[in-house]
């Protein structure tokens, strides 16, 4: 299984709004509903900010948000802060029983 | 609060069996709601989903992997477990334990990682 397509990187500065991208294929992404994203600061346990293509969980801030279109998943976060500042991970189940990672976006806040 | 921990060596020979535990507290491992999952990190590169466990005992595998992986359930110690065989270089990674709440795409709480590497 291959994995999906992330940016390597992002940017924007405190307050803006960033979009990161997560293309897979109509076996995964377009398939299911079943696209999450992650949060991960090195050294530290990843942290799930999305589920289910767009559902937060308790305690996410409502910054951030997620949605889909045909193949393609997207993490959007508004307010950049300089705390979002991390990798983001996006993983969708897959039509062989499986689950499946993007590469990893590095968010910088400038 | 559900807490995972994983556990095991920290090196492993080429050739050898990597086998890491993953210890959870603050609920039980015995959920019909719940599987357990392990997910590896190679230095400098993403996320790699290794494979899953429901608590019965029902299991699916990263087919590049499935050859050489085990993931078992116990109950009794609310522990689960890795074991890969035949391991190399590539193996050399950060290996994290969690939960993945069936009928979803959520994998939440993770363990901290433990960071094992393949070495002569």
């Known amino acids: 299984q291959s994995a999906l397509t992330q940016p390597a990187s992002v940017s924007g500065s405190p307050g803006q709004s960033i979009t990161i991208s997560c293309t897979g294929t109509?076996?995964?992404?377009?398939?299911?509903?079943?696209v999450s994203w992650y949060q991960h600061h090195p050294g530290k346990a990843p942290k799930l900010m999305i589920y289910d293509v767009s559902n937060r969980p308790s305690g996410v801030s409502n910054r951030f948000s997620g949605s889909k279109s045909g193949n393609t998943a997207s993490l959007t976060i508004s307010g950049l802060q300089a705390e979002d500042e991390a990798d983001y991970y996006c993983?969708?189940?897959?039509?062989?029983?499986?689950?499946?990672f993007g590469g990893g976006t590095k968010l910088t806040v400038l | 609060q559900l807490q995972l921990q994983e556990s095991g060596p920290g090196l492993v020979k080429p050739s050898e069996t990597l086998s890491l535990t993953c210890t959870v507290s603050g609920g039980s491992i015995s959920s019909s709601s719940y599987f357990w999952v392990w997910i590896r990190q190679p230095p400098g590169k993403g996320l790699e989903w290794i494979g899953t466990?429901?608590?019965?005992?029902?299991?699916w595998y990263n087919p590049s992997l499935k050859s050489r992986v085990t993931i078992s359930v116990d109950t009794s110690k609310n522990q689960f477990s890795l074991k890969l065989s035949s391991v190399t270089a590539a193996d050399t990674a950060v290996y994290y334990c969690?939960?993945?709440?069936?009928?979803?795409?959520?994998?939440?709480?993770w363990g901290q990682g433990t960071l094992v590497t393949v070495s002569s």
């Open positions: 109509s076996s995964d992404v377009g398939g299911y509903n079943y």
């Open positions: 993983s969708s189940y897959t039509s062989s029983s499986t689950w499946v």
């Open positions: 969690g939960r993945h709440r069936g009928g979803s795409s959520s994998f939440d709480p």
């Open positions: 466990n429901d608590y019965s005992g029902s299991t």
